[in-house]
């Protein structure tokens, strides 16, 4: 007698294909990751978000820009407000998440902040945004986002939003040693997509003079629940 065939099944087997959940479980474990080892990390968000949200924040800054409705950026906030331009020069305007494209990248954000908790046990309890554009020649000196003991701003995210972005724009987002100041650590160029994350009150950096009209988006993660000074 011939011993029966047994055919394999492989389908139950094999897992199913990558979804956006996944690919965004996996980008917040490197980011994790990075900001453990180093404090801070540098990452590319086109595929997570997708060219067209890209294109639309894009837009909105620009029509913000146009419309003068981004005001001069200054240090600290409230009563604490300087605005001190050999400091910083550029402009911004608050999120509120209330347009479509705001509300899906509030959204990423917040899987963001959640992703951090689960990972990091950082607190975090909200975010807050804002556009931001360096005109020619703008710049921001070295500082920190946070002064330590806050526990206000944690972690700090920018997005960069300018297409074709090459070496001699400028604008590059320097990065320095946490444990040494004046050592630069990493650059960051302003291209479409890139993001850099970094500790609030622990990593220093600086925005190189823009040699041409740059567009970003900062966020802060923070641990206070009501709005505290810087
Ligand atoms: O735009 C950047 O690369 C960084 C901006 C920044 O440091 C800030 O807004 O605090
Ligand atoms: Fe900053």
């Known amino acids: 007698m011939e011993t029966p065939v047994v055919t394999p099944i492989h389908e139950s087997l094999t897992a199913p ?21 180093y404090g801070w990390m540098s990452l590319d968000v086109r595929d997570l978000l997708g060219g067209d949200l890209l294109a639309a924040l ?5 029509i913000l820009d146009r419309t003068d409705a981004m005001q001069k950026a200054g240090i600290g906030r409230g009563n604490d407000l300087v605005r001190d331009r050999s400091v910083r020069r550029d402009r911004i305007a608050w999120l509120q998440g ?3 494209p705001q509300a899906a990248l509030f959204e990423f954000f917040e899987g963001i902040r959640v992703g951090l908790n689960q990972r990091l046990f950082l607190g975090l309890k909200r975010f807050e945004t804002h556009y931001a554009t360096y ?38 987002l320097q990065v320095f040693n946490r444990d040494s100041e004046h050592e630069v650590c990493g650059t960051v160029v ?6 850099a ?34």
């Not at 994350?197 to 567009?215: D, W, Y």
Request: proline share 7%; hydrophobic share 35%.
């Open 98 to 100: 209330i347009t479509a």
């Open 58 to 62: 894009k837009q909105e800054v620009q």
């Open 135 to 172: 005109h020619p020649g703008d710049f921001y000196k070295r500082h920190l986002d946070s002064f330590q003991g806050r526990a206000s701003r944690v972690v700090s995210l920018v997005l960069y939003l300018n297409e074709g972005w090459r070496p001699e724009d400028g604008g590059a």
């Open 197 to 230: 994350v970094f500790m609030s009150e622990e990593v220093p950096h600086e925005v190189l003079p823009a040699n041409r009209t740059r567009h970003s988006l900062a966020c802060w993660f923070r641990q206070d629940e009501v709005p505290l000074p810087l």
């Open 17 to 37: 294909a990558e979804g956006l959940e996944g690919r965004a479980e996996r980008w917040l474990d490197g980011l994790a990751e990075g900001l453990t080892e």
């Open 190 to 195: 302003p291209e479409m997509g890139r993001v």
